[in-house]
């Protein structure tokens, strides 16, 4: 064979191999939320894919999923676990059931403000939490957010403890959540998310809490017209990954999954601000009643007894290091 004749055969082996390099060097994982994109844990995800590939320059794709696609929340978490799945990003509401230390996170009017919150979680507590979770098969790679968790229901203005007793409230998997809503006089149903919105239109459940970022990106104004801001409990949410997968990246990938989940934390905090800034306005807007003046103080006081047993089973000490972080 004549060299003219090679030239065009040896450029388009070249072609077809260029082609084939990226395709044969990248590897996708899979990540999921149980909310929808547009959302605070769907800005977060979508952020954390785009950091990853960058920092990796191509060679890791993160496939987002949305909506629960892929399961609920716990469904997920236990996928992470397993290995079926690579990443998860979770509220902490069923966390509790895979890493029991995180209980403590979930006690109500544990946090003064989100400022407070996300000291405590970015300094030495936060990160001692994270560690606790490898022994169970998994790498935390960052904190998130989900907000403060307010209380909606189909039936009538809560002002007080007491306007709560007899509600039947869909709460999530979570014990510490469950003790604390029962002592408020509420019939706890637990339930996975992504089942939440149909129980609420068909009057399976009276209603349910979560932060306003959820409560906007759920649609739920459609299905409740009661909202309260009690700001019970301040809910995190967490980027896991599964240890094994982790612990097989090399040393500057192991940086800069890292960095991408607390780039995507940034992201998803900013939104959950966003949100909580216009919340109000536009729930009242689509017809909610909003209780703004709530009496938080007679909550704490309603919940004694069950704070003192949180007191028990965590320990006071560990609870006050976290009440007086500063």
């Known amino acids: 064979m004549k060299l003219y004749q090679l030239k065009p055969l040896i450029l388009g082996l070249s072609l077809t191999l260029g082609l084939l390099a990226p395709a ?7 990540i999921s939320i149980s ?6 844990q769907g800005v977060g995800i979508d952020t954390f894919a785009r ?18 696609s892929l399961g609920g929340e716990r469904e997920s978490i236990e996928a992470v676990q397993l290995g079926t799945q690579e990443l998860a990003m979770s509220s902490t509401g069923p966390v509790p059931n895979f890493v029991p230390e995180t209980k403590i996170l979930d006690v109500p009017f544990l946090f003064r403000d989100k400022a407070h919150a996300r000291a405590v979680l970015d300094g030495p507590i ?38 709560l007793k007899g509600l039947k409230m869909r709460t999530m ?19 996975a998310f992504p089942e939440v919105f149909t129980a609420l239109q068909q009057g399976t459940v009276d209603g349910q809490e979560n932060p306003l970022s959820v409560i906007m990106a759920a649609k739920f104004d459609q299905v409740q017209k009661h909202l309260s801001l009690t700001g019970h409990v301040y809910s995190p949410c967490i980027f896991v990954m599964n240890k094994a997968v982790f612990d097989k990246l090399s040393a500057a990938d192991k940086t800069a999954f890292v960095d991408a989940a607390k780039e995507a934390a940034k992201a998803n905090r900013a939104r959950v601000d966003q949100d909580d800034a216009s919340g109000v306005a536009e729930l009242r807007a689509k017809g909610m009643t909003v209780i703004d003046n709530v009496d938080k103080a007679r909550f ?27």
């Open 24 to 30: 044969v060097a990248q590897t996708t994982m899979k």
């Open 35 to 40: 909310v929808a994109q547009n959302s605070h």
């Open 51 to 68: 950091e990853v590939e960058k920092r990796t320059g191509g060679r890791y794709k993160v496939q987002t999923f949305y909506s629960g």
């Open 126 to 163: 936060g990160q001692e939490l994270l560690a606790k979770f490898e022994a169970k098969g998994f790498k935390a790679l960052a904190w998130g957010e989900n907000g403060f968790r307010h209380m909606t229901n189909s039936k009538r203005d809560v002002k007080a403890p007491e306007d």
């Open 173 to 191: 998997e979570n014990p510490v959540h469950i003790a604390a809503y029962k002592g408020l006089g509420i019939v706890t149903t637990p339930m």
């Open 300 to 326: 704490v006081a309603a919940l004694g007894n069950v704070n003192a047993g949180f007191e028990k089973d965590f320990g006071k000490a560990n609870m006050d290091r976290i009440r007086n972080f500063k």
